[in-house]
């Protein structure tokens, strides 16, 4: 699909068809397209947590504000930063820098140069943790909308739950972060989609300080 | 341009064309585009400050570990994340609340709520905070890279600036993170594009853990 033709398309859609499945093959595509997005040294520290089954939805609606479209939705994704994603030793870390060395891009002694860099960059502080990792999550979140987009699907990114409750029910590790959960699905149809919002103009977002 | 094209063809570049100048007209439609991202709340807590003149990039360049692309790219996009973007007052909030009274998505009454629920939201901790201006901020600076790789423009999101270093030289408010620099210019060519690196399939990226 032509990304302009994507970008009038994806809406936050607060009713979806829950007679609709979304095929897993399909699913499973939108998340490895969304995958291409760029991350810090390519760390990709972005996990989700499919839900498809009614007790999982059911279990997360009650942390999530009782929101409909959490049930109504066929797939729901919990959405994980992992903060600690730049640690030496962390198996995407080793995976990415073997892939690294051979396509020879990197060297193998750059090996401790390498994880000195990402410690640097990413390890120094609570700040720079979570920065790290919601920001590369965020962009995989951004890519896999418009990814789902391009397949026909509609989908919803909810800030609306109680962080440490879903932390809790589905025990996440205390190394992720918890960006957003985003329903995935068919558009009900019932009502016309939302019309576009308010958005800033090129004068209100650029900026200067000094 | 289709999507897939876009997935295809956006490539961190290291190597922008010194000589060849992006058009203002096509950095604000770049822009503009990628500012159709979804926020929540539609807060949309993201700024750019736009670096074309050498002076300006010099001074960045001393701060972003000499890379010769701060210089070489037409355009810099210090990227901004307002970690205040939901709190009452805050311009854009208003701006935003007023335009849903008007398009009749929410009540003039409902004013004390949405203060209530951004703040409840958002507001309750530094992670929070940081969480919120970082996540939003990300998806407009994802959809960036999209939307000028969809106008032919090339881009390269940089980590490797000191951030407090960078703070201090453009005297940003601490209102604001940055989470990332934008490179955006025309690919030099000298090179081939850079191949795709290593992604986790979707059985790397779906976890479960209770």
Known sequence: MDFKDILTRR??????DPQRDVPQTLLEQAVEDAARAPSG????PWNVIPLRELDDKVRL??????????????VVLIVL????????????????????VKAGSMKEAQRNWFY????????TSRDTQLAFGVKNTAFFAMSLMYACANLGLDTH???GFDHEAVRREFRIPDNFWIPLLLAVGYFSGEDDRPAPKWRKSYTDIAVRFD
């Open 11 to 16: 809406r936050a859609i607060n009713f979806f």
């Open 41 to 44: 040294f390519n760390l990709q």
């Open 61 to 74: 609606r009650a942390v999530a504000m009782n929101q409909p479209k959490v049930t109504e939705a066929p």
């Open 81 to 100: 930063a992992d903060c600690k994603g730049w640690e030496k030793g962390h198996p995407t870390l080793e995976r990415n820098f073997e892939e690294m």
């Open 116 to 123: 000195g860099a990402c410690g640097k960059l990413y390890g």
């Open 157 to 159: 990114p909810m800030d």
